[in-house]
């Protein structure tokens, strides 16, 4: 059972299974650039309420453990439902909201829902190099998949073009998978992860 804090903005009622600090083990199994990579990893994940309809996200992973521990990725974003901004909304950059702000009710996220009966989601994301993503999908229960809508990244950073990530809650632990097409090669899987909640 997925319980919803009465403290949450209804428009993060959603997502708020994500919600808190997960940790575990996956393995990555990736070929590309005329490598097979494979690896067990650690994997820790923070989803934390903001101050607006939003989700704060961040992940860190890394293989071994004390002197051996070698980073993987670092990236942080903010997770939020695909809904059209209002005069009610801050923004862009420092603008202030030009109508006073309109708490969201219950009714109000249910006219969100999309015809699949789940709920679109926006995520963007930067990694610890630069590279930023934009992926749209969905939430449906206790289940997330969404896919790069646009990957922009510096000249510095290596080839990373497109993927697609998949979230579900099973038995109390976050499960994950993501494809990539990076290093010249196509879209393929990638790496997975079961994780705990620690906090």
Do not use: C
């Not at 934390?48 to 860190?60: H, I, K, M, Q």
Request: charged fraction near 20%; charge should be negative; glycine fraction near 10%.
């Amino acid at each position: 059972m997925i319980e919803i804090p009465t403290d949450l903005p209804a428009e993060l009622a959603p997502l708020a299974w994500l919600r808190g600090v997960w940790e575990g083990t996956g393995v990555i199994d990736y070929e590309a650039d005329g490598h097979h990579f494979s690896a067990e990893f650690t994997h820790r994940v923070s989803f934390s309420t903001g101050d607006g309809g939003y989700l704060n996200y961040s992940a860190d992973a890394w293989t071994g453990d004390g002197d051996e521990r070698a980073p993987l990725l670092a990236e942080v974003g903010y997770w939020r439902l695909a809904r059209p901004q209002t005069a009610a909304d801050p923004g862009p950059a420092l603008l202030p909201a030009r109508t006073a702000p309109v708490a969201l009710t219950a009714d109000d996220i249910e006219k969100l829902r999309n015809a699949e009966g789940g709920f679109d989601i926006e995520v963007a994301l930067v990694h610890a190099d630069g590279t930023s993503e934009l992926s749209l999908g969905q939430v449906r229960g206790p289940r997330i998949d969404v896919a790069t809508d646009a990957v922009v990244r510096p000249a510095t950073a290596k080839a990373y073009t497109a993927a697609s990530r998949m979230y579900g809650l099973v038995e109390g632990h976050l499960l994950w998978a993501w494809d990539v097409a990076a290093l010249g090669a196509p879209m393929a899987s990638h790496a997975s992860a079961r994780l705990a909640k620690v906090q």
